[in-house]
């Protein structure tokens, strides 16, 4: 069981460490809401996750991995990201945004569904599960039943809890050293990155719609 923990936490971080639309979504946060920020937001990543493994086990993944879904939630996913990136930089450019340091406002709700909206936006996210992660969880529930799947969940969980943690925790801590000026030329970065993303997962979506459309339309000639 051991060894289904580390090689979880393993795969899990090689994974976490990689720039995305949720650790940009974070990095935002934290600036704004202080160190807690990654905590809570990996709370609705993790509620997603869990839902994934529910639905992998109930049949679900073939599913999750056709072309039609993919396809679906890049676009849907783009646009979601796309609207959130042009809404930072719009505030950030009006002014609208300033940095809370003071930490009484509790947005623990919104970022809790932020943190599952945005993995769930993500297409790579659930493909990784319904492909690479549903490898993963046969395995430990050959070997080890139920307790194998909690065991390999709570390992992947524990290092999204770990890394976005610490990223929050070394930005919140050191917000109080930027300005106002700083900070707004920050969070339209961020709101380019967000755009980027989601451009990306649409541009992906649209290939791989035509590819499928393609592929459908030699089979019916044939």
């Not at 042009?86 to 300033?98: H, P, Q, W, Y």
């Not at 599960?129 to 799947?149: E, M």
Request: net charge positive; glycine share 10%.
């Amino acid at each position: 069981m051991v060894a289904i923990f580390l090689s979880s936490m393993a795969v899990a971080f090689s994974g976490t460490v990689m720039p995305g639309p949720l650790l940009t979504y974070t990095i935002r946060q934290a600036l704004n809401n202080g160190p807690r920020s990654g905590f809570i937001i990996i709370i609705g990543h993790a509620l997603l996750e869990m839902l994934f493994i529910v639905l992998i086990f109930l049949g679900f993944d073939m599913i999750l991995q056709s072309a039609a879904a993919q396809a679906a939630i890049g676009t849907v996913g783009g646009c979601l990201l796309v609207y959130m990136g042009i809404d930072m930089i719009v505030k950030a450019l009006n002014k609208k945004i300033k940095i809370e340091l003071d930490d009484k406002k509790d947005n623990s709700k919104s970022m809790v569904l932020a943190g599952f909206v945005i993995s769930a936006a993500n297409p790579y996210c659930v493909l990784w599960w319904a492909v690479i992660g549903l490898g993963f969880l046969l395995q430990a529930y050959k070997s080890w039943g139920v307790a194998g799947v909690v065991l390999f969940y709570a390992g992947h969980i524990l290092i999204d809890f770990f890394w976005y943690g610490l990223i929050s925790t070394v930005i919140g801590k050191s917000r109080r050293f930027i300005n106002e000026k700083l900070y707004a030329a920050i969070i339209i970065v961020l709101g380019g990155v967000l755009i980027y993303f989601g451009c990306s997962f649409i541009c992906k979506a649209v290939a791989g719609t035509g590819i499928a459309l393609s592929s459908l339309y030699a089979d019916l000639r044939l």
